[in-house]
């Protein structure tokens, strides 16, 4: 049986002011995978997300996105995206949770095109999936860290996307909502058949949780099941130590 990728990087390298942040950096990521990414700060995470999603152009190297080159993928509501503290910016204009929700289904719909009654079904399938319909009248800013990364969430679910990319989404959250985030995302994965690839520092949700590990600090340090490490391993891959790249359990 073929494997069906919806992420494909092959030999990715990018500069910035003549300083390295990714080198040769290969990897693919199949449908219905959970993926962890996991490196120091500085080491390209967010580059690479911001490479994948179109918003920088690598230095060499290449993405392929659902099999097509990611320069000529026009379906970018296929990827949802939540960025990096949506939770924890301060937003002072008057936008209601459903209105943020919204926002995410223009780049589906287009952005003068007026909204169906299809696409307010798949709004309020969005908001319901994250479990904010209840959240809908209310002001972003007035709700708590945990609530706006769910109304974020649902955001980036309003376009029907495959995939589902998330840059540290669970920085500024309480112990209690990160529990009942990862299990959100768990069962978005396993229940929904959702891709997950997000950037995390929290070692014991990639014991835990995602089926795959990545981690990045320049090059790829490694690509396996994180079942095969001690989190003690991990840190040592992720953050420090002696490491011989690169190591591919898949």
Do not use: W
């Not at 943020?100 to 079904?121: C, H, Q, W, Y």
């Amino acid at each position: 049986m073929t494997t069906t990728y919806c992420i494909e990087v092959e030999n990715l390298n990018f500069s910035f002011d003549k300083n390295i942040v990714l080198e040769d950096v290969s990897f693919n990521i199949a449908r219905g995978q959970y993926t962890g990414l996991i490196g120091p700060n500085g080491g390209g995470k967010t580059t690479l997300i911001k490479i994948i999603l179109g918003l920088l152009t690598p230095s060499a190297g290449s993405v392929r996105l659902f099999g097509e080159p990611a320069n000529d993928f026009m379906r970018r509501f296929l990827i949802g995206y939540v960025p990096q503290n949506a939770s924890q910016a301060e937003f002072y204009f008057p936008a209601t949770a459903h209105e943020i929700v919204r926002s995410g289904r223009t780049a589906k719909v287009g952005l003068f095109r007026r909204f169906t009654k299809a696409d307010d079904e798949a709004i309020a399938h969005a908001m319901e999936t994250a479990g904010v319909i209840d959240l809908k009248d209310r002001l972003i800013g007035k709700l708590s860290g945990g609530q706006r990364q769910r109304v974020f969430i649902a955001r980036a679910l309003a376009g029907d996307p495959q995939v589902l990319i998330l840059d540290e989404p669970a920085v500024g959250v309480d112990t209690a909502s990160k529990e009942r985030f990862y299990e959100f995302l768990r069962d978005l994965n396993k229940n929904n058949g959702m891709t997950i690839l997000f950037v995390t520092h929290d070692l014991g949700v990639i014991a835990h949780e995602v089926g795959t590990v990545l981690c990045l600090n320049t090059t790829l340090l490694c690509h396996s099941d994180p079942g095969v490490f001690t989190e003690d391993r991990l840190i040592e891959i992720a953050y420090g130590g002696k490491v011989t790249p690169v190591i591919h359990g898949h």
